[in-house]
Nanobody
Framework: QVQLVESGGGLVQPGGSLRLSCAAS????????MGWYRQAPGKQRELVAA???????NYADSVKGRFTISRDNAKNTVYLQMNGLKPEDTAVYYC?????????WGQGTQVTVSS
């Protein structure tokens, strides 16, 4: 069992930055592919970024060059640094841990980009 707790969301103006954190507990963190997903009102949940245990990241085209995912296996934490935020980035952001048939979600954190 893995518990995921996100933090760092909030209200930011267009062009601003936020850093999301996701603290994991309960299992061997480094085994898991860690990801950030988001869901805007009326839309399906979508993958934003993911990173494997060894640190190779993947990004959605919409966030490439603006967002950076990283992980600290010693702290059991994954981060999402978001720069150049746009109103269309407004959504609830969810942390995900995936390994084999195991799949866990955090409770989500709201990110609102508005002037």
């Amino acid at each position: 069992q893995v518990q995921l707790v996100e933090s760092g969301g909030g209200l930011v103006q267009p062009g601003g930055s936020l850093r999301l954190s996701c603290a994991a507990s309960g299992s061997i963190f480094s085994r898991y592919v860690m990801g950030w997903y988001r869901q805007a009102p009326g839309k399906q949940r979508e993958l934003v970024a993911a990173i494997i245990g060894g640190g190779s990241p993947n990004y959605a085209d919409s966030v490439k060059g603006r967002f950076t995912i990283s992980r600290d296996n010693a702290k059991n934490t994954v981060y999402l640094q978001m720069n150049g935020l746009k109103p269309e980035d407004t959504a609830v952001y969810y942390c995900n841990a995936h390994y084999s048939v195991l799949n866990y979600w955090g409770q989500g954190t709201q990110v609102t980009v508005s002037s």
